[in-house]
């Protein structure tokens, strides 16, 4: 079946089998159009009391294997995924009315991916990284601004800051992606893709 003509895309959508390659020019539109953070994604996940949480974390890495950011694997969200590795990702970028949702399953990425982007970070996030318990209740801000000064005279070396061994990325393999466009009188266009062992199966969904 010619997907093309039976689906009717709206050009925005173009004519994509894979969704990765629809997402990279998206994507690459908002790096144009947002003020700040083109990156940012809601990220959701859900914690060993069955409650879910949304919170923004930064996309870090993408390509055909997943979605990448980096955390503390000490914070709420990384117990939360150690748990259940099943999580969402939404992208909505204001200025091009347009929403991308993501589902699949997290797994962690390497140690060496970890190592090199740990390494192109700023010193003083490579230090916050030390000195910051993620999630972890904090008595005062001075504590922090003090443990942020303890590992600044234990790392002064700028370009030798290890990784921290709780540091590090989750990958998203995505099982499912929807690209949402806003529609006049909300009659919106939405186009889903789902995984289907080696290759991508596509939908319009009614708005």
Sequence with gaps: MNQKNSLNLNICFKDKDNPIDLFKEWFE?????????????ALGT?????????????????????????TNFNSDKSKAI???PKI??????????RQIRIIGI????S???????????????????WASDQSSVLNSREDLL??????????????????????SGWRLKPEEIEFWLDGENR???RLKYIKNKNYWEKFLLSP
């Excluded at 409650?51 to 990448?68: E, I, T």
């Excluded at 997290?106 to 990425?109: E, L």
């Design 106 to 109: 997290a797994s962690k990425v």
């Design 146 to 167: 003090k443990s942020i000064e303890k590992f600044k005279k234990k790392y002064p070396n700028e370009n030798k800051v290890p990784r921290p061994v709780n540091w």
């Design 111 to 129: 140690d060496k991916e970890a190592d090199d982007y740990f390494d192109s970070r700023s010193y003083g996030s490579r230090i916050g990284a």
């Design 88 to 97: 969402s990702m939404c992208f909505h970028w204001k200025s091009l009315l």
């Design 29 to 41: 539109e908002a790096k144009k159009t947002e003020i700040n953070d083109p990156n940012a994604v």
């Design 187 to 189: 009659i919106h266009e």
């Design 82 to 84: 150690k748990l259940n």
């Design 46 to 70: 859900v914690n060993n009391e069955g409650y879910p949480s949304v919170r923004m974390v930064l996309l870090k890495d993408y390509d055909d294997n997943g979605f990448v950011f980096y």
